[in-house]
């Protein structure tokens, strides 16, 4: 069965900090990814995906990920990060008709 | 305008209650989940509906039980409810899937269910 790890579980940067949190999957098929943000209090929202084409994508809110297929990885990164971005990320894969989660990465900026 | 929206937001109740939550989507998708997020964050899919037909569902104890009166909705009723339940629940919707994986889901606000 697919599974998914988000190695850093808590990140604290300052603000215009670069930011890159790491996301490997297990199952070496053919696979969507996506990078969701979970705001304090809110809902899921999703920031990019990548279902093929460009091993770049490009999210909203100046985010980008990379998929890499010989390593797994579908690391979230943003050049310089803001207040706002403190929130909980959430890397999923897709397995047929469901999403498999990793267990989310804390990101804090203080200014 | 809510794409995903769910009722009640927060929840709170006895040990052994029984209590629904519900859900609707406008976005006009035919596939819908119900997600449980425990208290660290994870996030574990429950239930998936498409087109008001059981298409997954994970190891959850029966006291839950899923129904889905048309594709725009899918509740989730929970009976006899234990300490362990309470968590946010989130609704979920996705177009049809792409290529035979799941497209994006679009999720609800979710409902914090405590149970006392």
């Known amino acids: 069965a697919q599974s998914v790890s988000q190695h850093n579980h808590h990140v604290i940067l300052s603000e215009a900090a670069s930011l890159e949190l790491g996301c490997n999957y297990s199952?070496?098929?053919?696979?969507?990814l996506f990078w969701y943000v979970q705001y304090p209090g809110q809902h899921l929202q999703l920031l990019l995906k990548y279902f093929s084409g460009d091993p770049l994508v490009k999210g909203i809110k100046g985010f980008e990920a990379e998929f890499i297929k010989s390593k797994f990885s579908f690391n979230l990164r943003k050049p310089s990060v803001q207040w706002s971005d403190t929130a909980e990320y959430f890397c999923a894969v897709s397995q047929s008709d469901k999403l498999i989660f990793g267990t989310g990465t804390r990101l804090q900026v203080f200014p | 305008d809510t794409a995903v929206s769910q009722t009640p937001k927060y929840l709170v109740t006895q040990m052994g209650n029984d209590k629904s939550i519900k859900c609707e989507q406008n976005?006009?998708?035919?596939?819908m989940y119900w997600y449980k997020q425990d208290s660290k964050k994870f996030l574990k899919i429950m239930f998936s509906y498409n087109n008001k037909e059981l298409i997954i569902n994970e190891t959850v104890p029966n006291r839950f039980s899923p129904k889905s009166p048309d594709k725009a909705h899918l509740n989730l009723h929970i009976n006899s409810l234990e300490l362990g339940d309470s968590a946010v629940y989130f609704c979920?919707?996705?177009?049809?899937?792409?290529?035979?994986?799941?497209?994006?889901?679009?999720f609800g606000p979710g409902t914090r269910l405590t149970v006392l």
């Open positions: 199952y070496g098929g053919t696979v969507n």
């Open positions: 979920a919707s996705s177009p049809p899937a792409a290529g035979a994986r799941t497209d994006t889901q679009y």
């Open positions: 976005l006009g998708h035919d596939t």
